[in-house]
């Protein structure tokens, strides 16, 4: 290699990483104009006598709540209560949901037994739920876990079974092909052609988690955000109520992100 062609290839080098991080940097900007204009606009509205502050508290509001909770060591006690419940419920309801999500999409059978009355039982309404919940296993964590877990497990069963039902037909051949059949099929081509579709639904359960979250704590909570933000709107405190909702967007936010990585990894070592 002659002393030109690797200042070229250097050259070309810094241009790519630089073009990287000018576009990340985009995007983090990017991402972050909208909220910032939200939240001048939020700020304007409130402060100005446009809107009440007893229907739209200032921002200033909203951080004065936090910092008070916070000082009372109620705020993060909320939301490690939360995130607790969420998390544990969709571990549960996502492994349920790969497993026979598995089953129906690799069996004609299961999936003539199954898919029916799951589907049945997928229309149910989260509040729907509740009562029947606090009956069977009473107001503990346990019947707010079980909530959490039932809307995390149908966008993981429905999106992987029917992933793996549609997986390309040729491919199927080429790996029996050579020589693969049973666990081994399915692991080396079956399992890698579902993997961005099996990370999408667990994005879309994790989220999915969030949202039953507040019909989870519904039940005789005493903490969490969600009880925050139904105690809050029982007593008039809608800087509370803003500072719930906002909590939830950015606790959500934060772990969607942090499976947006396990699917970049995923893909890139699977598909």
Request: charged fraction near 10%.
């Amino acid at each position: 290699m002659t002393e030109s062609t690797a200042t070229a290839d250097d050259s070309r080098a810094i241009s790519g990483a630089a073009a990287v991080a000018q576009s990340r940097r985009f995007r983090v900007l990017g991402g972050a104009l909208l909220p910032i204009l939200i939240l001048a606009v939020w700020h304007w509205v409130s402060t100005s006598g446009m809107v009440s502050v007893s229907v739209l508290p200032s921002p200033t509001m909203v951080w004065s709540a936090a910092v008070d909770l916070t000082q009372r060591g109620l705020y993060g006690h909320y939301i490690a209560i939360s995130t607790q419940r969420v998390l544990t419920g969709f571990a549960i309801g996502a492994a349920i949901g790969l497993t026979l999500g598995a089953i129906v999409g690799l069996s004609k059978l299961a999936n003539i037994l199954l898919a029916p009355t799951l589907g049945g039982v997928r229309a149910v309404p989260s509040l729907a739920w509740v009562p029947l919940l606090i009956l069977w296993f009473g107001i503990g964590e346990e019947s707010k876990v079980i909530l959490i877990a039932i809307g995390a497990f149908f966008p993981v069963y429905t999106i992987v079974g029917a992933a793996l039902r549609h997986v390309d037909d040729h491919l199927l051949e080429a790996g029996r092909a050579f020589g693969l059949h049973g666990l081994r099929l399915f692991a080396g081509v079956q399992l890698p052609a579902v993997v961005p579709s099996t990370v999408s639904a667990l994005r879309l359960a994790l989220a999915q988690s969030w949202l039953f979250l507040v019909a989870a704590e519904l039940i005789a909570s005493s903490m969490g955000l969600g009880f925050l933000l139904l105690d809050s709107g029982q007593n008039g405190r809608i800087d509370r109520i803003f500072l719930a909702i906002i909590s939830l967007a950015l606790l959500g936010k934060l772990t969607d992100s942090i499976l947006g990585l396990f699917e970049k990894w995923a893909i890139a070592k699977w598909a």
